[in-house]
C-alpha cells in the first residue's frame, strides 16, 4: 500500500524533434503507460527547427495527453542544445530521454523508474528495438543492424545513448552536466556526455525490459547510411581515447583491428548479414584511428531530406 504522506515521484519525459512527422505518434504512444507508482508525469518537448515548425502538430496532439505539456522552440539545428534545453526545463526527480521517431512500450517508464530504484544508479538504459520495413534488406532484418542495446566492459555499462534514457536528476553525476554543443552536429554528444558521467563515478544500469521501438525509414534501411553511422561512432570513440597520452598507440590498435574485420569479412563473403557486420565493423576502427589523428567529424544532424522535414498531424 503507498504512502499518502510521501511526496509523488516527478518524472519529466523529454523529446527532441526536428521535422518529424512520427512525432504525433511518439507523444500518442504515452497515453498507454503503465506509469510507476506514485509518480506524477510531465512532457518536454524541444523543436530544434530554425523555425517553430512543431508547435502546431504539439498543440494538435496535447489534449489528448494525459500528462502535462510543456513545448520549447530551441532554433538551432543542433541536437545538443535541444538535450541541454530538456535538462534546463526538467523540474522532476527523474528525467526520460526518448526520441522522436520512436514509440514506447507501455511497461517503458515503469521499467526504467524501477530498476533505478532499486540499483541506486545514476543513469538507466533501455534497448531500442529497430522496425525493418518489408523492403529493407533481408541481411539486414536478419542482422538486426540498427537495434541499440548497452555495451558491456567488465560487467559494468561505460557509455550510453539518449534514444531511450533515464537520468536521476539530484545525481552529482548528472547534476550540471551538459551535452557538448560542438558535436550538436555531427552526433557522438551523447556518448561523450555517458562517457563522461562513468568516468566520473556514475553508475548506468540497463532495463531490458523498458523497450522503445524504432521504425527503419527507407534512407536508412541501407548499407551506406550504416557504414557514416559506424564510422561517425569510431570518430567519437577515437576523440574521447585521444584524450589520454596514448594516442598512436591506440591509433595503430584500431587501424589492426580494421585490418583484420576486413580480412574476417572476407571469411564471410558468402553470408551478406555475417560478412557486413564485419565490414562496418572495421569502419567504426578506422572512423577510431580518425578520431584519434583528429579527422573532422562527419555531420549527422540538420541536414535531412525535404521529404522528412514536413510534419502532418
Known sequence: MSNPSKSPTRIDICICTYRRPHLAQTLRSLCALDLPDGSVVSVVVADNDTQPSARELVGTVSPDLPFRLRYIHCPASNISLARNACLDAAEGDFLAFVDDDSTVSPQWLAGLVETARDTGADAVLGPVRAIYPPSAPAWMRRGDFHSTEPVWVDGEIRTGY????????????????????????????????????????????????????EPVIAGRACFSWLAKRRFRSGQTHGRLLAQSHLRLTQAGLAAAKAAFSFCAALVFVAIPDRRNRQVLRGVMHVGVVGGLLGLREIRLYGDEPAREQTHAA
Open 162 to 213: 539518449s534514444g531511450n534514457v533515464l537520468l536521476r536528476r539530484a545525481s552529482p553525476h548528472v547534476e550540471g552536466r551538459c551535452f557538448d554543443p560542438a558535436l550538436g552536429r555531427t552526433g557522438g554528444e551523447d556518448t561523450e556526455y555517458f562517457s563522461q558521467l562513468h568516468r566520473s563515478g556514475g553508475r548506468i544500469a540497463y532495463a531490458r525490459d523498458a523497450v522503445v521501438d
